[in-house]
């Protein structure tokens, strides 16, 4: 597959003997609207106010276990931007969770909102926990309690949350229920990613996986490769990486990496992606049904046409940018490429499709189904697939439109869309008082 070779600059002044450390949500997402900002002629102010959160909210979030004694949390929603509409954005559990963390993650979605023309603004929260050491019983009780301490910050007009990294439907039901009892009355809108039995959406849960598979298929258009027979592998089996797999390979790619946690399955043959189940269907499977065993480090740099990181953020890295082998990344995941690696991974024509683009489907099936909740009338799933295959390809174009006028990375084509939209926004409204 031939890359169009992509302009760059050194995004970095650090010496060399400096340590390398991970780069942070908040940091790369500044850079990147620096970056972008570059391009445009909008006014400074506007791009720094967009550097900073309108709110950050930190809560203490006490919980009793199972044995009666009570553990004490702490909890975050971090408001970005809401000038295009409501705050939207996933809630995560994971010990890592911090406020600079949820800043960063807030300010993506934003930029993943305007991309795909949605009318919300970014937010992201979550709860520093491992959800893995709480029973059903007590993440039930940590989200209803979570829900009471943000409940006069969140709502359908005003921020809706989403699952993220350790939630899920059934932890949206919890404060879905927790926010309605205390409001009187039942309001499904207040959060996206319910069942679909609650006024959910069809489709929700596949949706980023699907928005993934849809873009390496127009990528592989744009450069004159035909899907059929190309080379995939994919990092992280989970929702996003399983969907876009199946996806892919019922399309008639080649999928012949998938990994989890443990490792990676590899075969040149290609993988029945089908026949191995996704981590929400059995956890940490994947080994278990490989012959051949990778590392994760591994998969990152196979010999294939399309690589898709769907699994952690900073994992394309300048530790081993240079040895990324693939055509075409297409980022699955949030953040899978620091801002160092993307600059060498342009410098050698590899073309990066950003995760604000690829992984959209998340956002524009929560925006159907926030729209189903308002309107009180579900889609079927036909519908939803074909109205996100519609959202997808006009992002697309408009992304390539700017790709190919302005000689710039896809990256840095989709956040001058994004911030092109928002700076707009802003200054039509303009600033009160």
């Known amino acids: 597959m031939a890359s169009k070779s992509e302009s760059t600059h050194n995004e970095s002044d650090e010496e060399a003997a400096e340590p390398i450390e991970p780069e942070s949500a908040l940091e790369t997402a500044r850079r990147q609207l620096d970056h972008a900002a570059s391009h445009l002629d909008i006014d400074p102010s506007i791009v720094e106010r967009l550097r900073y959160p309108k709110k950050v909210h930190e809560v203490t979030v006490p919980v009793e276990r199972d044995d009666g004694t009570v553990d004490v949390f702490t909890g975050y929603r971090a408001q970005h931007d809401s000038v295009r509409g409501p705050f939207k954005g996933g ?62 910050v969140i709502g359908p007009n005003r921020d809706i949350p989403a699952p993220d990294m350790g939630t899920d439907p059934q932890t949206m039901a919890w404060l879905m229920d927790a926010y309605s009892m205390q409001e009187g009355e039942t309001i499904p809108g207040v959060v996206t990613g319910k069942p679909p039995v609650i006024g959910g959406s069809e489709g929700r849960e ?19 490769s035909d899907l059929e027979g190309t080379t995939v592998a994919v990092q992280g089996y989970g929702s996003v990486g399983a969907n876009a797999a199946r996806l892919l390979d019922e399309w008639g790619a080649m999928v012949v990496a998938i990994s989890d946690v443990n490792g990676a399955m590899y075969d040149p043959d290609g993988i029945e992606t089908a026949t191995v189940p996704s981590h929400d269907e059995e956890p940490e499977a994947v080994t278990k049904y490989a012959d051949d065993v990778i590392s994760n480090d591994e998969l990152l740099t ?33 953040g ?96 009160w008082p």
């Open 91 to 152: 809630l995560r559990y994971h010990p890592e969770v911090s406020r600079d963390e949820c800043v960063g993650l807030g300010m993506w979605m934003t930029w993943k909102c305007a991309v795909m023309d949605l009318p919300f603004g970014g937010a992201k929260g979550g709860v520093a926990v491992n959800p893995k050491e709480l029973s059903s019983g007590e993440k039930e009780r940590l989200t209803r309690r979570f829900a009471q301490e943000v409940r006069d």
């Open 206 to 224: 596949e949706a980023p996986g699907r928005s993934v598979a849809i873009i390496t298929k127009q990528a592989c258009e744009y450069y004159g």
């Open 302 to 334: 196979l010999d294939v046409d399309v690589l898709i990181p769907a699994a952690l953020g900073n994992v394309i890295t300048e530790a081993n940018a240079s040895a990324i082998a693939a055509d075409l990344v297409v980022e699955g995941a949030n």
């Open 336 to 431: 899978p490429t620091t801002s160092t690696a993307s600059a060498i991974l342009a410098e050698r024509d590899i073309a990066v499709i950003p995760d604000i683009l690829a992984n959209a489907g998340g956002v524009t099936v929560s925006y159907f189904e926030w729209l189903q909740d308002i309107n009180r009338r579900s889609w079927s799933l036909e519908r939803v697939n074909d109205e996100l295959e519609t959202e997808m390809q006009a992002a697309w174009q408009a992304v390539t439109d700017e790709y190919e006028h302005r000689d710039v990375t896809w990256r840095d084509a989709a956040y001058i869309v994004a911030l092109s939209r928002i700076a707009e926004s802003h200054e039509v409204r303009g600033l």
